[in-house]
């Protein structure tokens, strides 16, 4: 069964944690990778291929770069995965 | 008249000691333990173990995930794991100095580097394909990883450095630090040796050699160097690290001051990739440079914290160079064999041991060689057996001796400060 949207924010909150140690509640979907949490390219896609693994999809190199803001990665998420 | 604004410069102190071991997770706990002759070396119980012939090694005392965040031990090798760990009990000790980062530089060695992440991202390849492996995967294989991460923390710029040297690795990181201060590269380097390769593939590849013990059923008796009974070295993991200033520095800014090095010697073999040269040519030649370079008499010398790994042959080939070298003056220096407890940590070793070497000139007290109950006859030397021994009063200064397969002699002189 597909992931909510919510869903999914909290799947990739705890993978971006994990990864980087930005608390959870940090995470929403406004925020930038890059120019508000502050998320290297490595460790961007190490939450890339840590989210494939969670939510079962294949999210190709070419597409990361259109993921600027975690709101981004949670739709892409919530299409790949429906 | 001597001109001493010159000497001063050149004179290296040490003004921070850092240590993780199999003997304690602090420079602290492990000199106790030294101290006492407690053995870090344990049976292993991974399920691994039983396919090899060897069982037993010494993995550190504290594990690294007790002391670093969740991150840190994600994004770093168990190797830069250690230095970290290390290099922050250093930095800290010294004081935190002020340091324009152009002025402090960071030599960190490795004999194997990130072995277990190279090892483990294998497995996933095979297991589950090129998607899976990290992409911090290679900085985390590379042998520089560890220094990387030290200079990266403390925003060093006078240069980081990873000398590769086998089993002489940590020492050799030693000497280059003293190198970057006397030629006036940087005035702080942050310098030592990590090491975490304990993994059946290192261990099954030391058994190949015959270098391990297999005294499996009594871990804690395994390593015994210079006794008749020994069979060989044990693994061991952890880190050591230095902070070595110019003299001129430390005194400006007040800081405390544990030990000097006074001087290296290096030297190399060119005789066999794993055996020592039974001549003991190229030994000998690092304990002269060292003192050479140290301006230090044979006379001067009243300890030697041994390479000494608890194998057949290399025991008896050090002991020999020490004579050698030294001649008559042997007779006056006791020798500790501190791998009795620790095991062999391979590039942190020689880190690990000047550590210990630089505690035995400030305590005035050798560390006892642990094991020592049935001295080889052929080892001609004042070994220090189960009992910690009293050095002098007054100033003295010991060695350290390192050396590595590929035939690489690394010794370091240090010098006690009153």
């Known amino acids: 069964m597909a992931k909510s949207e919510q869903e999914i924010l909290e799947g990739l909150a705890e993978i971006v944690n994990e990864e980087t140690g930005i608390p959870t509640g940090d995470v929403q979907p406004e925020k930038s990778f890059t120019d508000d949490l502050d998320i290297d390219s490595l460790s961007m896609m190490t939450i890339v291929v840590n989210a494939e693994e969670k939510f079962g999809v294949r999210i190709p190199d070419d597409d990361v770069k259109g993921l600027s803001t975690v709101g981004d990665a949670v739709s892409y998420i919530a299409k790949a995965s429906a | ?418």
């Open chain 2, 1 to 418: 008249m001597t001109d001493t604004r010159q000497t001063d410069t050149r004179r290296i102190v040490v003004t921070g000691l850092g240590a993780t071991t199999p003997l304690g997770g602090d420079v602290a706990s492990t000199w106790t333990a030294l101290l006492a002759g407690k053995s870090g070396v344990r049976v292993l119980t991974e399920d691994w173990v039983e396919t090899l012939p060897v069982h037993i090694a010494a993995k550190v005392a504290v594990e690294p995930e007790e002391v670093l965040s969740r991150q840190e031990t994600k994004r770093n090798d168990r190797s830069q794991q250690f230095a970290l760990v290390a290099a922050r009990e250093a930095w800290a000790h010294a004081g935190a100095p002020e340091v324009d980062g152009e002025r402090l530089g960071v030599v960190v060695a490795s004999g194997i580097g990130g072995v277990l992440t190279l090892l483990s991202a294998y497995d996933t390849l095979k297991e589950r394909g090129a998607r899976r492996v990290m992409p911090l995967t290679v900085p985390m294989l590379m042998p520089n990883g560890p220094a990387a991460a030290v200079g990266l923390e403390l925003g060093a710029k006078a240069g980081v450095h990873t000398p590769v040297s086998a089993c002489a690795s940590g020492a050799e990181a030693i000497a280059y630090a003293a190198d970057m201060i006397r030629s006036g590269r940087a005035d702080i380097v942050v310098a030592g040796g990590t090491e975490a390769a304990i993994h059946p593939l290192p261990l099954a590849g030391f058994a190949a050699m015959q270098a391990l013990s297999t005294r499996n059923d009594e871990p804690e008796r395994a390593s015994r160097p210079y006794d008749k009974g020994r069979d060989g070295f044990v693994l061991g993991e952890g880190a050591g690290i230095v902070v070595l200033e110019s003299a001129e520095h430390a005194e400006r800014r007040g800081a405390t001051i544990h030990g000097e090095v006074a001087g290296a010697g290096i030297s190399s073999d060119g005789y066999h990739i794993a055996a020592p040269d039974p001549s003991g040519a190229g030994a000998v030649r690092a304990i002269r440079f060292a003192l050479d370079n140290a301006g230090l008499s044979p006379q001067d010398v009243v300890h030697i914290n041994a390479h000494a790994t608890s194998t057949p042959a290399g025991d008896v080939a050090e002991a020999e160079a020490i004579r050698n070298a030294f001649g008559d003056a042997t007779d006056g220096l006791c020798v500790s064999a501190t791998k009795s407890m620790t095991g062999h940590l391979l590039g942190a070793a020689g880190a690990v041991e000047s550590i210990a070497t630089i505690l035995a000139l400030h305590h005035r007290l050798a560390p006892p060689t642990t094991n020592l109950e049935d001295p080889d006859d052929d080892v001609r030397l004042d070994v220090v057996g189960l009992e910690p021994r009293s050095l002098p009063d007054g100033p003295i200064a010991a060695l350290n001796n390192s050396f590595g397969f590929g035939g690489h002699n690394v010794a370091l002189a240090f010098r006690s400060v009153s």
